[in-house]
């Protein structure tokens, strides 16, 4: 197959930009990564003290229905103290009232330490969001910095898909069945340098970069000099020549 090397490499840099640039306009930049994990780290931090000042509120609630309830029933027992006629009916309603009468107790008690876990919630989300106030402003700054970079970046991946299908139809079909089985295989490492190594007394010694496998010397001069396509005898990667070598 000779003569599509070079269109071969090419596609090869191209997809590779392009798996980048598609990287760097889907996932949190490099620059942005220690801010992003500590700001959302702190964000973590005031929604669950948020959920916990929201659960102290709702016990409160709770426990102020049924202290209502119970002074509701409070309230009725008394009435009917006036109304009983035996001394073991009276008896009887007596110790209702003092069970009732523990329950307000107890539900007094349960709404006013809710109120106080909310109390101290709130005050520490006024802490936590003071603290927070000035990363929060840096993150959207650098933010704001990422999105007006997108659009530049989603150019280039417009150009570069479009760079890939030119050089697509540069080669044979069969060529680019070849490079497209590697390129999926090797997770977008089907090609491989040729790298020399030298010997003693000017001579010289070639090999697969990828895999370390030699390189007959016929070999790089197809490569070099016919721009043919040969896989290394070893890891099937496509060899290339780096003039700068
Ligand atoms: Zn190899």
Redesign the pocket.
Known sequence: MPGHLQSIVSLHTTLTELTEADQRLHSIPDWMSDLHAEHSERKAAIDAVEAEGAAADQERREAEATLADAQETQKRYQEQLGKVSTQREYGALLTEIDTTKAQIAESEQKALEAAERKEQSDAKLVELRDDFRDLDERYNAELAKWESEKPSVAAAIEDLTRRSQELREEVPRNVLMLFDRLHERLGGAAL?RVRKTELSRGNAMWH??????NVRPQVLVEIRNHGSLNQ??????I?YWDDEE
């Open positions: 491989a697969c970069e990828a895999c370390s496998y290394c005898d070893s890891c099937k990667r060899l």
